[in-house]
């Protein structure tokens, strides 16, 4: 159980050239399926626990506190494993540090932005509109990469932005005209899209403070967080409303608690899993495809009716995430084919 955050390429190079092409396609599916099943089953299992009439637990940020700490007993406990069972299970060595803990905190203010508010996003919309409430990323990314970075983007690379936007822009209106927008759970999705962006960009600046791993940069992320969201869930009165909680003393409830916080690890693992399995490149296409397949899921499970205009803003959403992956792809590949590019064609590559 490999759970080290690092790979070997040359070794899996190695290891897929002797392994049968039948049993490497196997693996590859069963990876991407694995990544799938996590991500889709997070996704609306957190739709029930911050939106379930049943449920009726009004708490989205002890709901993300919650997700937070059963991911820090997680890494402890398998650091502990690890080091019990050398060789049987690969996870690194875990102390608590207060002044790597110190270097990490505005990456985990970015981080805490990052979940929150995609938690309050899927609080406010529905699963089949999650998709293209968060769409933004991209489209922040290259704006940040400009405005922090100062790289600029090729044009074609602009171009898929302008339809990931066309896109956002007719599902919100469509969500409009059906009457069942949600203006707040919008701004929040916009707002996640944005630290998602700001999240990749502070995880290369951060990563030297915890020697590389993103292991133990996920540990002091999520130590950070729980330590900043005590006191959001006092101002807030969350911990008044869980303690005025019926179902606070079920198991059922902890159960799916605790499911939801199993779900939020694994998803880190399972994407690194498929990544080192396949290529960034088809992680990303499987995440597009993915989401296209959650979509259909929620409006299935959900029993919606949407338009054709509604469909139509998500495949040009999916369209352009997409096509912006490919266009990144070739930019990589062509760059990396020209052994001493100009200065032009670097400045070209933006993120």
């Not at 059963?70 to 069972?85: D, H, N, R, W, Y």
């Not at 293209?132 to 922040?140: A, Y």
């Not at 090729?154 to 069942?180: H, K, N, R």
């Not at 791993?213 to 911990?239: H, K, Q």
């Amino acid at each position: 159980m490999a759970l080290s955050g690092t790979s070997d390429p040359s070794g899996d190079e190695a290891g897929s050239e002797e392994m049968p092409f039948l049993l490497r396609a196997l693996q590859i599916a069963l990876v991407v399926s694995l990544y799938w099943v996590t991500s889709i089953s997070m996704v609306f299992l957190n739709k029930y626990l911050l939106d379930s009439p049943s449920l009726q637990l009004d708490t989205p940020i002890f709901v993300t506190f919650y997700q937070c700490l059963v991911t820090v007993v997680l890494c402890k406990g398998l650091s502990i494993l690890a080091t019990c069972c050398p060789g049987i299970v690969d996870f690194p060595a875990l102390r608590l540090d207060l002044r790597v803990a110190r270097s990490v905190l505005p990456l985990s203010v970015v981080f805490i932005g990052m979940i929150t508010f995609n938690n309050l996003c899927l609080k406010y919309v529905g699963v089949a509109f999650y998709n293209v409430g968060r769409s933004l990323t991209t489209v922040f990314n290259v704006l940040l990469s400009y405005l922090l970075l100062k790289q600029t983007t090729s044009f074609y690379a602009l171009l898929t932005c302008g339809i990931i936007i066309g896109g956002f822009w007719l599902g919100v209106d469509q969500e409009g005209a059906e009457g069942t927008l949600s203006l707040l759970g919008t701004v929040f999705g916009v707002l996640a899209s944005l630290c998602v962006s700001l999240n990749a960009i502070y995880t290369k600046k951060v990563l030297p403070a915890v020697d590389g791993s993103i292991w133990r940069l996920t540990f002091y992320n999520n130590v950070n967080a729980c330590v900043l969201f005590l006191p959001l869930l006092l101002l807030l009165g969350e911990l008044q409303t869980l303690w005025d909680f019926a179902q606070l003393g079920s198991a059922h409830f902890w159960g799916v608690m605790t499911l939801g916080g199993l779900f939020g690890f694994a998803i880190g693992y399972v994407a690194g899993l498929q990544i080192k399995f396949t290529s960034p490149l088809t992680h990303n296409v499987s995440g597009t495809a993915k989401a296209c397949a959650q979509t259909v899921l929620a409006v299935l499970y959900y029993e919606e009716t949407k338009s054709f205009l509604w469909w139509t803003s998500n495949l040009l959403v999916l369209g352009g995430s997409s096509a912006y992956t490919w266009v990144r792809g070739w930019e990589m590949k062509k760059v990396q084919e020209d052994p001493s590019p100009k200065e032009d064609e670097k400045s070209a590559m933006g993120v």
